[in-house]
């Protein structure tokens, strides 16, 4: 928490780049601090990928998992963007380590038992 404003932290898959903007414009007149995804690989942002061997894509993917896991850190809580009930792995990762650390988990929909 940031004075009386709680941080909050976006994790789901960056093809859903439309729903992370209008989410993060709600949550942030809601009163919340929101930390969101650096670049929208699945979404846009192609260019970073375009010329980069597979050994510096690897580093760069990694380094980008690590950097999110730091944003969830620095968080009061997540929020999951999990459009059509959709968490790939990386969300699935992000979301058991929020848990882990003891943050709150939110979801754009409510998950599935199962």
Known sequence: MQGKYPVITLCGSTKF????????????LQGYIVISVGLFGHSGDQEVWENMDEGTLTRTKEM???MH???IDMADEIYVINVGGYIGSSTKSEI???LKTGKKVNYLEKP???
């Open 64 to 66: 980008l998992d690590d």
């Open 69 to 71: 896991k730091r944003k």
């Open 112 to 114: 599935q038992k199962g």
């Open 96 to 98: 058991e380590y929020a």
């Open 17 to 28: 780049k439309k729903e992370f903007m209008e989410t993060q414009k709600e949550l942030t």
